[in-house]
């Protein structure tokens, strides 16, 4: 069964301060939160990034896809990283379960040092995977890669181009597929690998087939000039620099407690998760900043 339209992960224009900022903004400030995630392990910053990507995806309009995303992925992702450090890592000291000699594992005993990491480093996954969705869905595609058409124009027309073909092949596919099960005895049937490798034959054949005939369109429009993209010029509004300024401050914070030397959390050898006032300050700071922008509705039509 299909998604409903409102939990779709795609791009929407929605009547959101972030989705009237401009589409290079919103992949900033998208990648600040990912690389606040990135440069920290402590669980308490984890936790309020996480709530901050969720609460920021709320308010932008895109909080079903975010809360679909993860249900469906925060189950399997949590279980997966914490049984394979469970089984693989032999750091820590405090063992809950002997499990004995398991072959080219050897030995292996769980810690609950073991057990703390992998749910940090799922939660750390968590909050990358939902920055970056929050991106996908709130950055217009076609702005995003247009921005980069003078740095490098043919690579964002390569990208572009990608991005707008994957659709039609996927529906190429489906119809392919459709008309197989329409032959005669199909129906009853489940289709086996030698069906599922035809499908895929004609839809790769077809692709190809199209990616020359739009070579030859964009070839006539003088598309393969070396001539770099004339460059828009435009004043930036009043959320551009109001998300710029957040994604800026906390990158800014994020850096600054990669590299300050004070109290940090450590899984091995023993579990040690301190609470100073910089972490709880920190934890605090992530979603007042992030979420300070979506207070000015100025120009935003319902």
């Given at each position: 069964?299909?998604?409903?339209?409102?939990?779709?992960i795609a791009y929407r224009r929605r009547?959101?301060?972030?989705?009237?900022?401009?589409?290079?903004?919103?992949?900033?400030?998208?990648?600040?939160?990912?690389?606040?995630?990135?440069?920290?392990?402590?669980?308490?910053?984890?936790?309020?990034?996480?709530?901050?990507?969720?609460?920021?995806?709320?308010?932008a309009g895109n909080g079903p896809q975010?809360?679909?995303?993860?249900?469906?992925?925060?189950?399997?992702?949590?279980?997966?990283?914490?049984?394979?450090?469970?089984?693989?890592?032999?750091?820590?000291?405090?063992?809950?379960?002997?499990?004995?000699?398991?072959?080219?594992?050897?030995?292996?005993?769980?810690?609950?040092?073991?057990?703390?990491?992998?749910?940090?480093?799922?939660?750390?996954?968590?909050?990358?995977?939902?920055?970056?969705?929050?991106?996908?869905?709130?950055?217009?595609?076609?702005?995003?890669?247009?921005?980069?058409?003078?740095?490098?124009?043919?690579?964002?027309?390569?990208?572009?181009?990608?991005?707008?073909?994957?659709?039609?092949?996927?529906?190429?596919?489906?119809?392919?597929?459709?008309?197989?099960?329409?032959?005669?005895?199909?129906?009853?049937?489940?289709?086996?690998?030698?069906?599922?490798?035809?499908?895929?034959?004609?839809?790769?054949?077809?692709?190809?087939?199209?990616?020359?005939?739009?070579?030859?369109?964009?070839?006539?429009?003088?598309?393969?000039?070396?001539?770099?993209?004339?460059?828009?010029?435009?004043?930036?509004?009043?959320?551009?620099?109001?998300?710029?300024?957040?994604?800026?401050?906390?990158?800014?914070?994020?850096?600054?407690?990669?590299?300050?030397?004070?109290?940090r959390f450590h899984a091995y050898p023993?579990?040690?998760?301190?609470?100073?006032?910089?972490?709880?300050?920190?934890?605090?700071?992530?979603?007042?900043?992030?979420?300070?922008?979506?207070?000015?509705?100025?120009?935003?039509?319902?």
């Amino acid at each position: 069964m299909s998604a409903p339209a409102h939990a779709r992960i795609a791009y929407r224009r929605r009547a959101s301060p972030l989705h009237a900022a401009r589409a290079t903004v919103v992949g900033a400030y998208c990648v600040a939160l990912a690389l606040a995630a990135l440069l920290t392990e402590h669980p308490l910053l984890l936790g309020s990034l996480l709530a901050t990507v969720l609460a920021a995806g709320a308010a932008a309009g895109n909080g079903p896809q975010l809360l679909r995303a993860l249900r469906r992925s925060a189950l399997p992702l949590l279980t997966l990283s914490v049984v394979v450090n469970l089984l693989v890592s032999r750091q820590g000291l405090t063992v809950f379960a002997r499990l004995g000699d398991w072959g080219v594992l050897g030995q292996v005993n769980l810690t609950l040092e073991a057990l703390v990491y992998g749910l940090v480093f799922a939660l750390r996954l968590l909050v990358v995977g939902l920055a970056c969705l929050l991106a996908v869905c709130a950055a217009d595609p076609d702005r995003l890669l247009g921005s980069f058409g003078r740095l490098s124009p043919r690579v964002a027309l390569s990208a572009t181009l990608a991005l707008r073909l994957v659709p039609v092949l996927s529906a190429d596919a489906g119809r392919l597929a459709e008309a197989q099960r329409c032959r005669p005895g199909a129906a009853t049937r489940k289709p086996g690998t030698r069906e599922r490798l035809a499908v895929l034959r004609a839809t790769v054949a077809g692709a190809l087939e199209r990616s020359l005939d739009v070579a030859a369109v964009l070839e006539m429009r003088g598309y393969p000039s070396p001539r770099r993209a004339p460059r828009r010029l435009g004043s930036r509004s009043r959320h551009d620099l109001a998300f710029a300024a957040s994604a800026g401050a906390i990158a800014l914070l994020a850096v600054a407690y990669a590299l300050a030397g004070g109290a940090r959390f450590h899984a091995y050898p023993l579990l040690s998760v301190p609470l100073d006032p910089a972490v709880a300050g920190l934890a605090l700071a992530y979603p007042l900043i992030a979420l300070a922008p979506f207070l000015d509705r100025q120009g935003i039509e319902p």
